[in-house]
């Protein structure tokens, strides 16, 4: 884990932005989800490129309830933010629709900036929005999402953060609407396309065949999709791979496995959990410690 001032990760501190710099090298970013800083950080630890700030994982988090669309502009910019300052790895963060019209959408983009963030992006999704894969999804019409997103395209100027156009017109309109869809949004000047919803191994493959230019690609665990592996996906030439869901769900799991057990036996089942010296080393205890020494504390 980086030292240094407790609390400060490398977006804080530098205009460079290391998915940028991938994305131009053709490299793929693979991007597992943390619904927190502290699962960022596991992230991180583990190697990956980068960590997806997701709006289920945040709603979750913070409110303990389902992705629809019930968390504000300011609380997920202020949720990205926390996240950026715990890692030195690119944040990719949900903006959800942009939170209002233009002037909102402007206002996103430039929160996120400030933030540290190295890419979000932006849906078609009607206000409120829901998780994309759940249905009865509502979508803008097409002129509405590219004017979403070349708001967001001049509001950025020249800020070197990564701008995604996503659809979710897959699984409430179909493939040949989420295609169109993704064509007209890689035309407003947004850096990557995304579509999303896809939860079968086909759906990824035609995807790959038929969108132009770099893309996104979303894979939710127990989906037909999620068996591809990050071969695969590197094959099929997708730019970033996000697992929007797997460290929360596991989280999830792991903490209804211990307290069932708890319930049960009267006590913890530790097998399998962190130590507490080993939980002091993801949130990076010695180095806030070495810190506060320093400076005679």
Same mark, same amino acid.
């Given at each position: 884990m980086p030292?240094?001032?407790? $609390?400060q990760g490398g977006q804080d501190v530098t205009s460079e932005n290391a998915l940028r710099d991938r994305l131009s090298l053709g490299l793929l970013t693979v991007a597992p989800g943390a619904p927190d800083p502290m #699962? /960022?950080?596991i992230v991180q630890a583990q190697g990956f490129d =980068?960590?997806?700030? #997701? $709006?289920?994982?945040?709603?979750a988090l913070r409110l303990g309830q389902p992705d629809l669309g019930l968390l504000t502009q #300011?609380?997920?910019? %202020?949720? *990205?933010?926390?996240?950026?300052? *715990?890692? %030195?790895?690119?944040?990719? /963060?949900? *903006? %959800? #629709?942009?939170?209002?019209g233009a002037l909102n959408v402007a206002r996103t983009v430039r929160e996120y900036m400030q933030g540290g963030v190295a890419a979000l992006?932006?849906? %078609? &999704?009607?206000?409120?929005?829901?998780? @994309? &894969?759940? *249905? $009865?999804?509502?979508?803008?019409?097409?002129?509405? @999402?590219?004017?979403?997103l070349s708001a967001a395209v001049e509001a950025r100027g020249t800020g070197d953060m990564v701008l995604i156009g996503r659809t979710d017109a897959l699984q409430a309109m179909g493939m040949d609407e989420a295609v169109a869809r993704a064509s007209r949004y890689r035309d407003t000047g947004v850096d990557l396309v995304f579509v999303d919803g896809v939860k079968t191994r086909a759906e990824v493959?035609?995807?790959a065949k038929r969108v132009e230019g770099p893309k996104v690609l979303s894979l939710v665990d127990g989906t037909d999709a999620a068996h591809l592996t990050v071969d695969d996906v590197r094959e099929l030439g997708f730019s970033v791979v996000m697992y929007a869901v797997t460290t929360l769900f596991a989280a999830a799991r792991a903490t209804q496995d211990a307290l069932t057990a708890l319930k049960a036996q009267g006590r913890p089942a530790s097998a @399998? =959990?962190?130590?507490?010296a080993e939980f002091c080393e993801v949130v990076d205890l010695a180095g806030h410690q070495a810190f506060a020494h320093r400076h005679g504390e």
């Open positions: 030292c240094g001032v407790p $609390g #699962t /960022a950080r =980068a960590v997806y700030m #997701t $709006g289920l994982g945040a709603t #300011t609380e997920m910019a %202020d949720h *990205a933010r926390s996240i950026v300052r *715990a890692v %030195d790895i690119p944040v990719i /963060a949900d *903006a %959800d #629709t942009g939170y209002g992006h932006l849906e %078609d &999704q009607v206000s409120p929005k829901r998780c @994309g &894969q759940l *249905a $009865g999804v509502r979508l803008v019409s097409p002129e509405e @999402g590219v004017a979403r493959e035609t995807i @399998g =959990a962190l130590t507490y």
